[in-house]
């Protein structure tokens, strides 16, 4: 009797929730993901949000309580596919730009707009942010669909259509800062770091230039830059990555490769997952695909010799690895990409 009004209870929150748990949908159930999820989703209910937190309590106690005492939670939780490598898109919006600093016209590509975007990387050992960002969370002036001018240290503004939250989208895939344990940027620009302070306490990933530029008084492409969103990494555990390619959980999934050129020491990620393949996330090596396709240099990277440099070493790789180049800012692709709470693996 107990235990079928407990699972009526959960009728509701089933319908209420659908992809936002993906418990509901997966034989796997991780317990901590699923309870975190549902909470903040009751929590932003107004009005009810206590009485749908207390029902939620006593029906998770009693389902979950009665499943882990007969270790079907246990078992479920060791299964081969919840332990595979996961790569979520977090969809960061929409900077409005131009093509002209990429030696391309404007009738040569398909938009002028540029997607922004961040992707959480979930490991059996660990879960890995890579880029934080184009707008702190505490600087927001609206919801998703807004349009707000990001001011640079520069004083120039930058209009940008915002995407949810960082906070919302890790909340809605089961996760907090906190659980994030592994940073990497692919370098220090506005629209790459503007929450990395969210994420100070955990293992911060950086080339030893990229480091040196960031927090120099006069960094070079500073007007591209806000320290104050990337400060509190001085103080981070640093792991300083001096090899060109750099494993990062040992076993060859994700790796950090270098790719200098856009800043002294801006990087790439490669993550070999097991359905989806091998795919490189580009950062800033490219901003259009026209600019791969039409072999255009841009006008103002830090060093465009190395720029021509990694780009020509990242195909070498690509055709190594037999993987996939996803480019961060191209927008006509990026719409392509499942983004969270979906992902690949």
């Not at 089933?14 to 748990?21: A, D, G, S």
């Not at 034989?27 to 699923?34: A, F, G, L, S």
């Not at 089961?174 to 770091?193: C, F, I, K, Q, R």
Request: glycine fraction near 6%; proline fraction near 4%.
């Amino acid at each position: 009797m107990v235990l079928m009004i407990a699972k009526n209870n959960l009728l509701f929150f089933r319908q209420m929730i659908k992809r936002k748990c993906f418990a509901w949908k997966n034989t796997e159930v991780d317990v901590k993901r699923c309870y975190f999820s549902l909470t903040f989703i009751l929590k932003t209910k107004k009005g009810k949000s206590m009485l749908l937190i207390r029902r939620f309590y006593i029906s998770f106690m009693l389902v979950f309580g009665l499943a882990l005492s007969s270790g079907s939670v246990a078992q479920a939780a060791s299964s081969t596919s919840d332990q595979s490598l996961k790569l979520y898109v977090l969809d960061g919006g929409v900077l409005e730009a131009g093509p002209a600093s990429y030696n391309l016209l404007e009738e040569e590509v398909e938009t002028t707009l540029l997607s922004l975007a961040s992707f959480l990387i979930v490991h059996p050992d660990g879960v890995l942010l890579w880029d934080a960002g184009s707008v702190m969370e505490g600087e927001r002036a609206g919801g998703a669909g807004t349009r707000q001018l990001i001011t640079r240290s520069d004083m120039r503004e930058r209009p940008v259509t915002l995407g949810a939250p960082m906070l919302e989208l890790l909340a809605e895939i089961g996760y907090s800062p906190e659980d994030v344990t592994h940073l990497a940027l692919s370098h220090y620009h506005w629209d790459h770091s503007a929450n990395a302070n969210l994420f100070a306490h955990a293992k911060w990933f950086v080339r030893p230039e990229e480091r040196e530029a960031m927090f120099s008084p006069l960094p070079p492409g500073g007007n591209s830059s806000r320290p104050e969103t990337f400060a509190d990494l001085r103080n981070s555990e640093t792991i300083l990555v001096r090899d060109e390619e750099f494993d990062v959980f040992g076993d060859g999934l994700v790796v950090l490769k270098a790719a200098r050129g856009h800043t002294p020491g801006h990087q790439v990620l490669y993550v070999n997952l097991a359905n989806t393949g091998g795919v490189v996330l580009a950062g800033d090596l490219y901003h259009y695909g026209e600019e791969r396709t039409l072999n255009r240099l841009p006008v103002a990277d830090f060093n465009v010799q190395q720029t021509r440099v990694a780009r020509v070493k990242l195909e070498e790789f690509l055709l190594r690895k037999d993987a996939t180049l996803w480019i961060q800012h191209d927008l006509p692709a990026h719409r392509l990409l499942r983004k969270s709470p979906e992902f690949y693996d």
